[in-house]
């Protein structure tokens, strides 16, 4: 299921086999969260700029189109026309992002919906029935996602409870699995590691979740409000009490630099809205740090966004051009950006998984972390 083939201090290259295909780590999974890519992008188009796994929202599906009409029509797979691997995040996040909307109970979280307020309910059972039915091959753990900073009596009290909830998870799992019409019968279990920024209650969480056997784990919890050296310092806790053979997730993470960081202490996935939304602004990711596409100076540079890439936009049109359907509102101008940075990304990690091949990961690492961070 997981290889480690090469490492380089804790940097970890490896080739990651589901039902759907094969997966070069470390990789970074595209976001469609209601089973599209914000922006235009269709799966068709992942597979031009070299995505290697999709990832969908649970609780987003469970809404619209509804989980049990996707099962009626074959499974996420066949609903998005995408034959690689997918992965389902579980609704946790939503218990973050909606804390307005929700109340958290031991048997699981009661929320309003977004769309029209009516309640409906999702605890760790119904998390894995609804990923079952989409046919997902990494299903998420149900998790509370909490807010930094968080207060420590709440932050141990509820990484107790999702230490409790994956167990459940892990029954109603394989339950599932077993069943002679499941979607997917080869569907894997991620547990997610929470704790807030507490290294204590991160490490005691992680060597809790390790005993319910897993297929890989997650890092939870983390880009959401800590400063970005918190974050480090977290991963740098957790990461010696992860299971050394089984694939490790940073979930929501990150900006360029974050990633390169995160692999420099031995995290293998990586997915973030970022890049799709940031493009949907006009800002871009080019290999000597990001731009503003809207800003006046492009207006009559009739350059590629990045003269390096080979992406769709990069290939056929020039900044003034994207700029110019920015400023009219053409909605042509979000498609090519949002296919600009995820190539970009997509390119970020096949560059890492090169570095790495070649032993010459510190020396990317030092060219690359700081630079592209800067914005031009």
């Known amino acids: ?21 094969m997966v070069q780590t470390p990789v970074f999974m595209n976001v469609g969260t209601q089973g599209a890519i914000k922006g235009g ?11 290697q796994i999709e990832l969908s929202n649970t609780y987003h599906l469970h809404l619209r189109p509804g989980d049990k009409v996707v099962r009626q029509l074959g499974g996420l797979h066949k609903f998005m026309d995408w034959d690689g691997p997918i992965l389902t995040d579980s609704g946790g996040f939503q218990v973050f992002s909606l804390a307005g909307l929700r109340k958290i109970k031991e048997e ?13 309910f999702m605890g760790p059972e119904e998390s894995m029935q609804i990923q079952s039915n989409l046919g997902s091959d990494i299903a998420m753990a149900f998790d509370e996602c909490v807010e930094n900073p968080a207060a420590y009596d709440y932050a141990k009290a509820s990484c107790e409870r999702t230490a409790r909830w994956l167990e459940r998870c892990k029954v109603e799992h394989d339950r599932l699995n077993a069943q002679p019409d499941v979607v997917n019968p080869q569907q894997m279990l991620f547990g ?8 204590d209650l991160r490490i005691w969480h992680m060597e809790e979740i390790k005993k319910v056997d897993c297929e890989g784990y997650a890092i939870g919890g983390l880009a959401v409000g800590e400063p970005t050296e918190v974050m480090y310092d977290i991963i740098d806790a957790v990461e010696s009490h992860m ?7 940073l979930m929501g993470v990150g900006t360029p630099s974050n990633i390169i960081e995160a692999v420099a202490r031995g995290v293998d996935f990586f997915d973030c809205v970022m890049p799709a939304r940031n493009a949907r602004h006009g800002r871009l990711y080019t290999w000597e740090g990001s731009i503003n596409l809207k800003n006046e100076k492009y207006k009559l540079d009739g350059s590629p966004i990045d003269s390096t890439c080979h992406c769709p936009a990069c290939r056929h049109f ?3 051009y994207l700029r110019h359907l920015f ?12 296919l600009h940075n995820l190539y970009f990304y997509n390119t970020l990690m096949e560059r890492i998984r090169d570095a790495l091949d070649t032993g010459t990961f510190a020396q990317f690492r030092a060219e690359y972390s700081e630079k592209l961070d800067r914005k031009i």
């Open 1 to 21: 299921m997981f290889e480690i083939i090469k490492t380089e201090g804790r940097a970890r290259r490896g080739v990651f086999t589901c039902a759907h295909g």
């Open 108 to 120: 699981g979280v009661y929320f309003s919906s977004h769309i029209d307020g009516h309640r409906i």
């Open 327 to 338: 400023v009219a509102g053409e909605m042509l101008a979000m498609r090519l950006a949002v």
């Open 192 to 199: 997610i590691n929470q704790g807030a920024t507490f290294p």
């Open 243 to 249: 299971p050394a053979g089984k694939p490790r997730y």
């Open 318 to 320: 020039s900044r003034a």
């Open 41 to 51: 992008v269709s799966t068709h188009d992942l597979k031009e700029i070299g995505c």
